[in-house]
């Protein structure tokens, strides 16, 4: 038997509803597979202004320090938006703080799903490819300024930052198809030339069995529609990466069905969905736990080295949606609960 310490952050809106369904999937799955998981709740984000005026309070982020995995669900909402503090500089904080730069963001395909796509079965069939989101540097972290008048967000990338980043998805595509698509506006930013430059170095001079193409990122937002099959691992910086994985998790069927895993070089690893806090249905049973449940997943395949477990899992997903259970958002009826009981009886 082994124990694992995993720290969990609901954080606000729908995160402590869908977070709520992959603890529970973790516990029956720790269960099958003999480990003792254990749970350490903690506050982020809004509820976590409310409670201690700060959006990642210390004792949040030593108790991130010492787990295996940290799970996240979402943080942010209306009520906070206009405040000195906001809830997202409490994940902004805790990705800088535990050096997470490589937030890789799977398209995952459920074959039970096909027909929820918003594109045609004979564009998405088959489609399998990975985002790796640049997660530490860009205008997310240069200075940034505010005035009456004015206001400026400042984008930075070292040399450095591009070739970690690089390096982790040249990795990933030696072990798949072998084609990474590097995505920049090299056109109009100098930070997107060094990025292309340096990405252009790494894939020769460390990756030369793996293919490389350059695509500006106002394209490549049109490419993934019409052949998303051709796409194999993409990479691109913070910014392009966040709004690029919101338009691919709609070829999969919904928002809320996709996962990410936020990695650094060691441990621990941050889990989150794609998704944010949905403040339009939160607080009502209706959020789709399937991306919360598959960045678990990905927490169990990539924190906890368990593959084995990460599969049982997915594939518990997979039987779910093949047995007809449905949330709102893909076309069903089911609450977040009852999709969250479909995938614990399929994980027996
Ligand atoms: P959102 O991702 O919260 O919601 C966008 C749309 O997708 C909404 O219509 C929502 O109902 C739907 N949706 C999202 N998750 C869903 C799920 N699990 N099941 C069913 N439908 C789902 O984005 P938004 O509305 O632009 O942002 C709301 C708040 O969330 C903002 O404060 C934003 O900063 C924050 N946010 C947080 C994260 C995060 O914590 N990782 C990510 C994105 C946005
Ligand atoms: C995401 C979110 C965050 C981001 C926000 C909430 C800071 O949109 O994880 O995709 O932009 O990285
Ligand atoms: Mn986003």
Redesign the pocket.
Same mark, same amino acid.
């Given at each position: 038997m082994s124990a694992f310490r995993i720290v969990m952050l609901p954080?606000? =809106?729908?995160?402590p509803e %869908?977070i709520a369904v992959a603890r529970a999937v973790l516990e029956r799955t720790g269960a099958r597979f003999g480990h003792a998981f254990s749970f350490d709740e903690q506050l982020i984000?809004?509820a976590a202004i409310d409670a201690t005026g700060e959006a990642l309070p210390a004792k949040t982020l030593d108790a991130c320090r010492g787990a295996d995995a940290v799970l996240? *669900?979402? %943080? =942010? *909402?209306?009520r906070?938006?206009k405040g000195a503090v906001?809830?997202?500089q409490g994940?902004l904080g805790i990705r800088k703080a535990l050096g997470l730069y490589a937030n890789v963001r799977p398209l995952i395909l459920q074959p039970a799903l096909i027909a929820q796509s918003p594109l045609k079965r004979e564009i998405v069939e088959g489609v399998d490819l990975i985002v790796f989101r640049e997660l530490t540097g860009g205008s997310y972290f240069g200075e940034k300024r505010q005035s009456a008048t004015e206001a400026s967000d400042l984008c930075i990338y070292t040399v450095g930052e591009i070739e970690r980043i690089a390096r982790a998805a040249f990795t990933a595509a030696r072990a798949r198809r072998k084609k990474v698509t590097s995505v920049d506006k090299a056109n109009v930013m100098a930070t997107s030339r060094l990025w292309r430059e340096t990405v252009t170095r790494i894939g020769e001079t460390e990756f030369a069995d793996v293919a490389l193409e350059h695509v500006l990122i106002d394209a490549m937002t049109m490419h993934v529609l019409r052949q998303p099959r051709s796409y194999d691992v993409i990479v691109t910086e913070n910014m392009f990466g966040?709004i690029l994985t919101?338009e691919l998790s709609a070829i999969g069927g919904?928002?809320?069905?996709a996962p990410?895993a936020s990695l650094g070089a060691g441990k621990p690893g941050l889990f989150?969905?794609?998704? *944010?806090?949905?403040?339009? &249905?939160?607080g009502q049973d209706?959020?789709?736990? &399937? *991306?919360?449940t598959l960045s678990a997943a990905m927490m169990l395949r990539h924190g906890l080295m368990l593959e084995a477990e990460a599969e049982a899992v997915e594939n518990a997903v997979a039987d779910a949606l093949a047995a007809g259970a449905r949330?709102?958002?893909i076309g069903g009826a089911l609450g977040?609960r009852a999709m969250g009981d479909a995938i614990l009886s399929a994980l027996g």
């Open positions: 954080g606000d =809106g729908v995160g %869908v984000g809004g996240l *669900g979402a %943080v =942010g *909402g209306p906070w938006d906001r809830p997202e994940l966040d919101d919904s928002l809320g069905l990410s989150e969905p794609v998704h *944010g806090s949905a403040p339009d &249905i939160a209706l959020a789709n736990p &399937i *991306g919360m949330t709102r958002d977040c």
